[in-house]
């Protein structure tokens, strides 16, 4: 991994997240977000699975601004989230970037998962790269390397992983849109 493409993948999720492009990002670009991939699926954000989208959202937010050191209100700007995200992801495991990416990874699950085996099959895994926007032949093909135990589904585990080795420029699928 280098580091440069972990920042500069970093950097585009920035921007992706800052809606409003005034160059820092606050809770209301996460809730943006959340509604998008919500839009994307045709799920309303009323509904229990969009609320729960909505708060797995949210909560990234306030671990992130938190740790930025400014209130669920306030805004964060690129360096700040470089250098959040950076540490988040060298802990790994379930004191980082892991952890607080789970409940967002779970609640998309639910939402897609739609023979409800608590996994993401080949073709429920295309809805959810139609929803994020992400090119679907490029997803089908990436599909058996993010499947690292090979049963032929995505557990919620092996997606949080995916994310990682994402941003770590391990694989060019950006499960959280592009
Ligand atoms: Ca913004
Ligand atoms: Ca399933
Ligand atoms: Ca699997």
């Given amino acids: 991994m280098t580091a440069s493409v972990q920042d500069s993948r970093l950097k585009r ?8 492009g005034d160059g820092s990002i606050d809770r209301s670009d996460y809730e943006t977000e959340a509604r998008r991939i919500l839009q994307g699926f045709g799920e309303q954000e009323n509904s229990p699975k969009g609320r729960a989208l909505l708060s797995a959202y949210t909560g990234m937010w306030d671990t992130l601004a938190s740790k930025a050191g ?13 250098q959040i995200t950076d540490s988040e992801i060298a802990h790994g495991g379930d004191s980082g970037f892991d952890r607080n990416l789970r409940p967002t990874i779970e609640a998309i699950v639910d939402i897609c998962d739609t023979d409800g085996d608590g996994e993401v099959s080949p073709a429920e895994f295309k809805r959810w790269m139609r929803a994020a926007g992400v090119d679907e032949r490029q997803a089908e093909q990436a599909f058996s390397q993010l499947d690292s135990n090979h049963n032929g589904s995505l557990s919620v585990e092996e997606l949080v992983d995916a994310v990682r080795d994402y941003h770590q420029g391990k694989h060019d699928i950006s499960l959280l849109g592009k």
């Fill in 13 to 20: 999720r920035f921007e992706l997240w800052d809606t409003n």
């Fill in 70 to 82: 400014v209130n669920s209100g306030g805004q964060v700007t690129l360096d700040q989230f470089i």
